[in-house]
């Protein structure tokens, strides 16, 4: 049977994130890709000023129903950006709608570069953690597993042992597979560390000078489709990353509000095809 996931998190009309990135992207994997919006915005709120929200939490439990009366089952859930009253219509959901063996991915989005994103006051992240809390793979970047954990965000000068603590303690949360991303120990790599509970893989790439919006929604929706499609939590952690870097290299300086991921899902379907790795 073909494998079917769900994703959960808002869709912003414009801006190249969440939805928009994640529907693209899982498909050109090969999976069928469910969506159910978290909340409506008519742009991301990375650096744009004018956008409408609308939040979706009252239509969550109606969609469940209709979905239960469908008979219909997800083999993987992967959640990003939800609202803050959505964590128990979405477990409700996780727990309902699982087929059997069905996986949870936990993109945590909340916070990057130490701080909460736009609207998100600060109880959220212990909202959040509820979410995170028996996710199979949790992919946050080090501002948000802070955040988690209740620490202040420390985005340098940190030591192997403090990233490892760090993830330790994500584990002892209830969290299977951490995948933490932006990790850097050099001025020049920037990484991902992948953990199983046993033992820590760091995977680098050349650090690129440059910020950009929606990466952590590319990288994400990549892992999700290698994973699916049976790669390992580190060969999809490390695809994901080589994607990332290659969809930013696409993108022109001016295009700020996003990455041009378009350009690099023939590269994504090739290596998904070779099950290549390698650069
Ligand atoms: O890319 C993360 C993200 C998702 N959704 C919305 C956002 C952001 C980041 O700013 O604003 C609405």
Redesign the pocket.
Known sequence: MEKRLLTI??V?CF?Q??VT?ALPVISACGIETVILPS?V?S?????FRN?T?RDLTSDMPGIEKSWEKEGLFFDAFYT??VCADQIDPILSILAHRAAPGAIRIVDP?MA?NGKL???FTADFPQKMKRLCTGADYLLPNLTEAAFLLGKEPKLENYSREEIETMIAELHAMGVKNVILTGVSFTPSELGVAVSDGRSVRYDFNAKIDRSS?????VYASVFCGALMRGFSAFDAAALAADIVCAAINATPPEHWYGVCFEKVIPELVERLETGCRTR
């Open positions: 998190q808002d912003s801006g994130c969440s990135v909340a915005l742009t991301h709120t990375g650096g956008y929200f990003g950006y989005v990057d994103y736009p609207g919006h929606g990466t952590g929604d």
